[in-house]
């Protein structure tokens, strides 16, 4: 396999852009470029991002927003529906009209991990979605306080063995593929971490700075800014691709933990059952998105970079993932149900 992937209802919508009269000029032009269908698109296109706003997915979610915006010429509003780790909202669009109006942006932990964790999701990854474009791709970061005693990954796991039970691992919460990977590297190095989940990696980041934790895995976005003031040091990342401060930090594998990879990536659905040429404008336009040079900086500021794949290769990812991470879950033990 190529790839390895490791991650209340309310509606909060909100426009981003744009019509066509308020779309810029070259915008326009790119938007002539496209093979649009003759029917398609004649109104607003909602983009579902399950997780509450603020987070890493709303933050893609309504980049692309903008970006397709001004590229179709139609506004496009991104609407949180979060809840049980992204179920929420990826099963209501699973159940949506597919007409290519009501999108939804996924991710790793929702459409690879999740239908592993938890017995019902309410919704099957592979039947029930078409995939459109994978949008973004990263590694996790293990990252500890600069002032600990831990310099490298080996000076942690060696802590771990010298006091089994003891030593802990902060994730963004239960059932994060954060957790999930915190686990895989207890079973790989043959140690007892203890996990200690959180509300998010806000609260994870204060109490990893306070000393309350020894550690924390975490996306690249969020542990970017402690680590450009210096305050947190990456232990590892979870593969060898890398952009940004995070660009030649060693990697789990470099670190003596062969065999645990993961990459995180965001990626735009819709439901079964869309008309395929609806489906593959939108591949273009994504992708037509991921060249815009506002759009690499801002992705490549979170440590993520940009894909913009179509929706034949980011199917056959999505199949990749979902047997690489059945077999992962199985070998860590985790279950939430």
Known sequence: MKHHALHTC????????????????QAQA??????????????????????????????VSRLIAQELGAITGQSVVVENRSGAGGNVGTAQVSRAKPDGYTLVMSQTSVMAVNPRLY????????????????????????????????????????????????????????????????ALVSKKAGVTLVHVPYRGAAPAITDLMGGTVDMLITSPASAEPMVAAGKLRILALSHENSVGIFKGAPTLK???????????????FAPAGTPPERVAYLAQAVSQAMKSPKVIAKINSGGSWPVGSQPDAFKTRLQEDTVYWADMVKTAGVSLD
Do not use: C
């Open 10 to 25: 309310g509606a909060v919508a909100f426009t981003v852009a744009a019509l066509v009269g308020g779309a810029s000029a």
């Open 254 to 268: 470099q670190s003596g933990l062969d065999g645990i990879t993961a990459d995180d990536w965001y990626g735009l």
């Open 119 to 182: 017995k019902n999701v309410g919704f099957d990854p592979v039947k029930d979605f078409m995939p459109i474009s994978q949008i973004t791709s990263a590694p996790l970061v293990l990252v500890a306080r600069t002032e600990s005693p831990y310099k490298t990954m080996a000076d942690y796991l060696e802590a771990a063995r010298k006091q089994p039970g003891i030593i802990t691992y902060a994730t963004p919460g239960n059932g994060t593929m954060s957790h999930l990977m915190g």
């Open 30 to 59: 790119q938007a002539q470029t496209l093979q649009a269908p003759a029917d398609y698109p004649k109104q607003a296109i909602t983009v579902v991002s399950p997780f509450p706003p603020g987070g890493g997915n709303d933050n």
